[in-house]
C-alpha cells in the first residue's frame, strides 16, 4: 500500500475574501447600528474606491455573497470547520498526509505511534460517537495513519526479503484481515454520515423556514404604529432570533441576506434611532473590530501556517458579524485589517510554493535513485562477492530512497513502480545464481565427503611414506574443489582435518622416538616370537584365547622398531599367530568374543558398573547406526560409477569396504547382545 505524496497547489481564489466596509444611507445622525446592505448612491460611491484597491470586494457586508465564498477552491482536506458552507465539501478522504500530519499537530491527535488494531479500536470508537461532525477530522487521521502503517508493513517485507539476499520467495500477497475490518468501520461511519448530511439538509430547510418567518415579521414591524421603545426591543429580539437560527440551503443565502439587511434598513429609516445611542453601537463596533486586527496581527507571530490560516477564516466571520464604525474611521479599520490578511494570505502561498519546490526536488532525486539502479541491474555478478557488493548497494539506495520526502501526487505512483521493478529484477537474477551456485555446493559436498571417508581408511597406515603422498594428494584435490553449503562448511572440514591430523599425529609421534627406542624394542619383539614358538598349548581353548591374546597385546605394546625390520618381524609374527590359531581351531570373531567378555567381567567389578554399560550400550549403537550410514552411502556411490577400468577397481575398493564394515557392525552387533544379556 502506497502513500500518496501531494503537492499543494494554492490558486488566488484560496485566499481569505474580503468584503471592503460601508455604511447605510441614512443621515450622519441616524446611521445603522448593526448588519446593513449599502443603497445605489452608496455601491456607486464604493465602485470608486475598487478601483484605489484592487482584488478587494467592493462592499463589506456581516456576509459576504454565498458565490464569492463557495467558489474558492481549497486543498483538500485542509479547511474543516472553518467556513459554515465550505466544510461539507471536504472530507476525511481528501486528506493529504502532508496535510494530515499539520491536523494531527494542531488537534494534539499524534496516531503515528499507533499499531493498527490500536487504529482500528479507535475507529470503531469514533464511528460510535454520537456527533458525526465532531470526529470526521479524527476518523480522517486515523485512516492516513493506517495507511501510512500499511505501506510500512509491505516496505518491511521487502526490505526483510533484500536483506536475505534473495534466498527466500516473496509470499504472495494476502487478503488482510485487519484492513478489512478496518473497511467495515469505516463504511459505517460513510453510511452515518450519509445520513447526517441528510438530517443536516432537512434542518437547513426548517432553518430557512424559520427565517422567512422572522422576515415577516419584521415587515410587520416595520409597518407597525407602535412606541420605539417596544419596537425596538422587538426589532432587538428579532435579531437575536437571526443569529441564533442554523445554516440554510446554499441556493437561498444570499437572497434571504439581501431581503433581511432591506428590511433593517427600513426598519432604521422608520425609528430613526437618536444620534447617541447609534454613536454608541458605532464605537463598541470599532473597539470590536480594534480587537480583531489586533488578534489577525498577532497571527504573523504563529509559525503553523495551518493554524495562522484556520483562524484567519474564524476572525472573518467575526468579522462579518459586526456591525459598521463610525465613517471617520471606518476605511482606517478595514485598511488594517485587509493588509493583515493580504500578508497572512502571501505567507500561506509561499508556503506551498516551497513545498511543491520540495516535493520536485524529491522527484529528480528519486528519478537519480531509479538511474542507479538500473545500472547496477546491467552490471554482470559473477561470484558470490560481487553479488554481495551489489547488493548492499541497492540495500542503500533503498535506505535513501525511503529518506527522501514525497514527491507530486501525479508522480508518486510511476516512479516507485520503476524503482521497484529495477529491485525486483536484480533480486530475481540474485536468487537464480544462487539456486544455480546451491546445487554445485552440493555437488561439492558429496566429493568432498569422498575424501573424507578415503582419508579415515588411511588415517591409522604406518606406511609413512606413502600415505602422506595419498593424503596430501587429497588435500590437494580438497582445495580445488569448491565452497559446499554453509551450513556443512565447518563440519566436514573437521571431519577432513581430524583424519589428516591423526595421520601425521601418528607419524610425527614415531619418528620422535624412533632413534631411542627401536634397537630395545626390536630385541623386546624377537623375545617374544622366540617365547611363541616355545609356548605349549593346553587343551582348554579359553586359556589358550587368552594366552593368544596377551601375546598379541604385549607385541602391539612394545613400540616401533626400526623400518627395515618391520615387515619382516610383522609377517613373521603374524603368521606365528595365525598357525595358532589354525592349529587350536580358534577364529578371529572368538578371539573379539572373548576379549570383549573379559572386558564385560571388568566393568561389572565396578562400583558404577551400571553407568557404565549404559555407555557402553549407547556408543555402541552410535558406531553401529553411523557404520550402516556409511555403508549405504558407499552402496550408493557405487551405482554412479561408470563402466571403465579405473571404476572397476574403485568399486573393487568400495565392495572391500563394505563387506569389512559389514563384519564389523556383526561384531558390534554381537557385543551389544551380551550387553543386554547384563
Known sequence: MKKSENTHQIPESENIPLQEENSSPVDKT??????????????????????EIPAVAAEESTEPPAAEIQEEALPAGEFHDILPELKEEHTEDELSEEVAEHEARELDLDFNSYSREQLIEQLEKAVNE??????????????????????????KQFEQFAAEEGEKEVVPAKEDPLETRFNEFFNIYKANKARYNEEQEKIKLENLKKKNLILDELRVLVGSEETLKKTYDEFKNLQDRWKEIGMVPRTEINNLWQNYHFLVEKFFDKVKLNKELKDLDLKKNLEAKMALCEKTEELLLETSVLKMFKKLQKYHEEWKDLGPVPLDKKDEIWERFKNTTDKINERRREHYSRVEEEHKKNLDTKTALCEQAEEILTLRNESVKE???????????????????????????????????????????????????????????????ELCMQAESIKTSTDWKKTSNDLIRLQNEWKAIGPVPKKYSDKIWKRFRAACDEFFNAKSSYFSNLQSHESENLDKKNDLIKRLKEFHFGE??????????????????????????KDRLQNEFRGLINECLDKLKISEVEITAVTYQNHLESLKNDPQSKRLIGKEKEILSGKILKM????????????????????????????????????EVKVMEAKLKMLRTQ
Do not use: C, M
Request: positive net charge; glycine residues 2%.
Open 30 to 51: 441616524e446611521t445603522e447600528i448593526t448588519e446593513t446592505l449599502p443603497t445605489e448612491s452608496v455601491q456607486i460611491e464604493e465602485e470608486k474606491k475598487e478601483e
Open 130 to 155: 454520537p456527533d458525526l461532525n465532531s470526529v470526521k477530522t479524527r476518523i480522517a487521521l486515523i485512516k492516513v495513519a493506517f495507511l501510512k502503517k500499511k505501506k510500512e508493513e509491505n516496505l
Open 387 to 449: 553479488w554481495q557488493t551489489n547488493t548492499n548497494k541497492v540495500n542503500e539506495l533503498l535506505k535513501i530512497w525511503k529518506s527522501i520526502g514525497p514527491v507530486p501526487q501525479k508522480n508518486n505512483t510511476e516512479i516507485w513502480n520503476s524503482f521497484k521493478s529495477s529491485l525486483d529484477n536484480f533480486f530475481a537474477n540474485k536468487k537464480e545464481f544462487f539456486d544455480k551456485l546451491k546445487d554445485q555446493q552440493v555437488h561439492n559436498y558429496n566429493l568432498k565427503l
Open 540 to 565: 582348554n581353548k579359553n586359556e589358550n584365547l587368552n594366552t593368544l591374546k596377551n601375546f598379541q597385546r604385549e607385541w602391539t605394546e612394545i613400540g616401533h622398531i626400526p623400518i627395515k625390520d
Open 628 to 663: 550402516k550410514e556409511d555403508i549405504n552411502l558407499w552402496e550408493n556411490n557405487i551405482g554412479f560409477l561408470a563402466n571403465s577400468k579405473n571404476a572397476a577397481i574403485l568399486k573393487e575398493e568400495f565392495v572391500k569396504k563394505i563387506d569389512k564394515a559389514k563384519s
